[in-house]
């Protein structure tokens, strides 16, 4: 090819340069979705993997203490069980080193759909609690579900010999805290363990599902919109939600279920 010729070759014009740029983002749209998709799938399989290996810790610790399992934590207020404050939220430190000793380490506590920050790690020490708060709500031991109607027995695992197999043991963190969907509390002074809650939201408001892991070792992913307030050691802050069939003798009103959140949120 002579040195003239070469001089002949045609550029791309504006024009088809923008054409080109027009393709590839629509090239890029059209796989933005699936890639989210995807992304989010990897997400909901590491959460119930995390928790799958709590539930299967928290099962085999009751071989070394008479049948009960490691409960979550728990102040005593009074000698009436029913009084005591159960927070499924923490543990505390004697708890986590069980977990640590049956081979489960602090990033086991560490959701993955509360993102990667480094301040979400579970395993740093609430300051000025003595506790580990978690990045997963832990039932266990929970022998009172104070309830949005009041204080009843619970339906939650305590000993493997009168746990019931479809009762629940770990969830993700379905929390709203302080009446608003994402952390309002959280200041300088405190462990920012629940920045960026709620996991897996459905854009950027309620979250989309949760995963749960029952006593047979069974696993669920469930809607939110099937999701009930059950249990929490405070309603005013820390509105949480959970999945189970056997309530026991509290029956949710209406406003107690995920659907009814979804509805009220539509309507702002």
């Known amino acids: 090819m002579s040195i003239s010729s070469i001089r002949k070759i045609k550029a791309f014009t504006l024009i088809e340069l923008l054409v080109v740029i027009s393709i590839i983002a629509l090239l890029i749209g059209l796989l933005m979705p699936a890639l989210s998709a995807a992304q989010r799938a990897a997400i909901i399989v590491k959460c119930l993997s995390n928790e799958h290996q709590i539930a299967v810790a928290t099962i085999?610790?009751?071989?070394?203490?008479?049948?009960?399992?490691?409960?979550?934590?728990?102040?005593?207020?009074?000698?009436?069980?029913?009084n005591w404050q159960y927070s499924h939220m923490a543990l505390n430190p004697p708890e986590m080193?069980?977990?640590?000793?049956?081979?489960?380490?602090?990033?086991?506590?560490?959701?993955?759909?509360?993102?990667?920050?480094?301040?979400?790690?579970?395993?740093?020490?609430?300051?000025?609690?003595?506790?580990?708060?978690?990045?997963?709500?832990?039932?266990?031991?929970v022998r009172y579900w104070t309830t949005p109607r009041g204080i009843v027995q619970s339906r939650s695992p305590i000993n493997r010999n009168t746990a019931k197999t479809d009762w629940v043991m770990v969830t993700d963190l379905t929390l709203k805290d302080t009446g608003q969907w994402g952390n309002s509390t959280v200041t300088s002074t405190t462990r920012k363990a629940w920045e960026n809650l709620p996991a897996h939201q459905l854009s950027g408001v309620y979250p989309e599902i949760s995963n749960h892991v029952f006593v047979d070792g069974s696993a669920r992913t469930i809607d939110f919109s099937e999701l009930i307030k059950v249990h929490s050691w405070n309603w005013n802050t820390r509105e949480t939600w959970m999945y189970q069939k056997d309530l026991g003798a509290y029956t949710p009103s209406d406003n107690a279920y995920g659907r009814y959140e979804i509805n009220k949120l539509s309507k702002q």
């Open 97 to 141: 080193k069980q977990f640590n000793d049956l081979g489960v380490d602090l990033e086991a506590f560490d959701c993955p759909g509360l993102g990667d920050s480094t301040q979400n790690e579970a395993g740093a020490n609430s300051v000025g609690m003595n506790q580990f708060a978690l990045g997963y709500l832990y039932y266990v031991g």
């Open 60 to 82: 085999a610790s009751a071989s070394d203490s008479r049948g009960n399992f490691i409960p979550c934590r728990t102040l005593r207020r009074g000698l009436s069980k029913r």
